[in-house]
């Protein structure tokens, strides 16, 4: 199993650029998510999927859009990039998504952005 | 909302034990631990479920207490490999994922 896998691993963008950043994960997880992690913050939520088809918002959602087409799939788009995204982003993903709690989260390796 | 973690960095000597705390505003179902090194992912560490269990796992160990709303991860004899950052995320019991806290520092020094 690769686990959870993101591409790329860093990116830089001008500032109005858009783009799409991947995460797969092989696992036939239901609950994926995306994360931001920026210095003495954290880690916040941007958007979380349950499953196929279905999407909803974290604590840090604008400016960022998520499609959850397959199980396996869920990208992360910045529609028009400002610097204040410059930011590690992590993908996630774990089995329960009902009960959230019960089960690990599984991480992939990242993907640091700088926009300019 | 985010939970409180203290300290925010720690320095110890190999062998010293450490505390990292966590606290949350909200009633909490689950709280979960994890180590970050330095330019890579989190690492899962343990999930503490509603009940006020403590878990443990080598060295490691965590207590939750659901009436204070606060989780305490407990670090033994520390190694030098438990250098990093610890976060703790808590969740509510619903499914809109963990909130996480801002981290904890933690250095071993030989």
């Known amino acids: 199993n690769a686990g959870v896998t993101q591409t790329p691993k860093f990116q830089v963008l001008k500032t109005g650029q858009s783009m799409t950043l991947q995460c797969a994960q092989d696992m036939n997880h239901e609950y994926m998510s995306w994360y931001r992690q920026d210095p003495g913050m954290g880690l916040r939520l941007i958007h979380y999927?349950?499953?196929?088809?279905?999407?909803d918002q974290g604590e840090v959602p604008n400016g960022y859009n998520v499609s959850r087409s397959t199980t396996e799939d869920f990208p992360l788009r910045l529609l028009s990039a400002a610097p204040s995204q410059t930011s590690v982003y992590f993908c996630?993903?774990?089995?329960?998504?009902?009960?959230?709690?019960?089960?690990?989260?599984?991480f992939g390796p990242g993907t640091r952005l700088t926009v300019l | 909302q985010q939970p409180v973690q203290s300290p925010q960095a720690v320095i110890l000597r190999e062998g010293e034990d450490a505390v990292i705390n966590c606290s949350s505003s909200?009633?909490?179902?689950?709280v979960h631990w994890y180590r970050q090194k330095h330019g890579e992912a989190p690492v899962f560490l343990m999930i503490?479920?509603?009940?006020?269990e403590q878990k443990g796992h080598e060295k490691i160990s965590a207590s939750f207490n659901e009436k204070k709303q606060q989780s305490s991860l407990y670090l033994t004899a520390s190694q030098l490999s438990y250098s990093g950052t610890y976060f703790c995320g808590t969740e509510g019991g619903g499914a809109d994922g963990l909130t996480f806290g801002k981290g904890t520092h933690l250095i071993i020094q030989p």
């Open positions: 999927s349950v499953g196929a088809g279905i999407t």
């Open positions: 909200k009633a909490l179902y689950s």
């Open positions: 503490l479920l509603k009940g006020g």
């Open positions: 996630a993903s774990s089995s329960d998504p009902g009960l959230a709690g019960t089960d690990t989260q599984y």
